[in-house]
């Protein structure tokens, strides 16, 4: 068994994914993996969508997260918001990210640029039921039903 993540993503989020527009995703936190590994992107339920549309809460596509950033707030800001060249040094235009908008998220915490490498996006959404869910015990990784979809992200089983 190999395991994968399934990341919960706007569908804001996603079409810039789809365009190929935004290519790395942020997030306040990081799997306990290796890169490169797979994630499955799940669309979220919402109104902001257009393209996506009948896609909302289903698993859209995978990509494999070839490379993560860690982004700390030493770094990250210790520079004015119109120093906008060494903004540009963290890839916050692949992230469709403002510096203002990247400060207020991290509020004072580390954040991680998860790196979006060989996207592809299913002709045929995926229900979220067809995935498992991996919950860690103290014996290792133990498959779970997956009832609802993360919250940010969580471990499943790589799909054959």
């Known amino acids: 068994m190999s395991k994968a993540v399934l ?3 706007r569908p804001k989020w996603c079409e810039k994914i789809v365009s190929g527009e935004k290519s790395i995703e942020v997030r306040k936190t990081r799997p306990k993996l290796q890169t490169p590994f797979r994630c499955y992107i799940y669309c979220t ?3 902001d969508a257009r393209r996506l549309r009948g896609s909302w809460g289903k698993v859209i596509g995978e ?3 070839d490379r993560i950033d860690e982004y700390d707030d030493d770094t990250i800001f210790s520079f004015r918001h119109e120093d906008y060249a060494r903004w540009n040094d963290f ?3 692949r992230a469709c990210m403002h510096p203002e908008d990247f400060q207020n998220y991290a509020n004072g915490k580390w954040l991680y640029g998860w790196h979006i490498s060989d996207l592809k996006i299913y002709d045929t959404p995926r229900e979220l ?3 498992t869910g991996l919950r860690q015990t103290k014996f290792g990784a133990e498959p779970v039903t997956i009832t609802r979809p993360p919250q940010s992200w969580c471990y499943v089983e790589e799909l054959p």
């Open 7 to 9: 990341i919960s993503i």
């Open 45 to 47: 339920q919402g109104n």
């Open 63 to 65: 990509f494999i997260c």
């Open 91 to 93: 890839d916050l235009d």
């Open 129 to 131: 039921r067809e995935f």
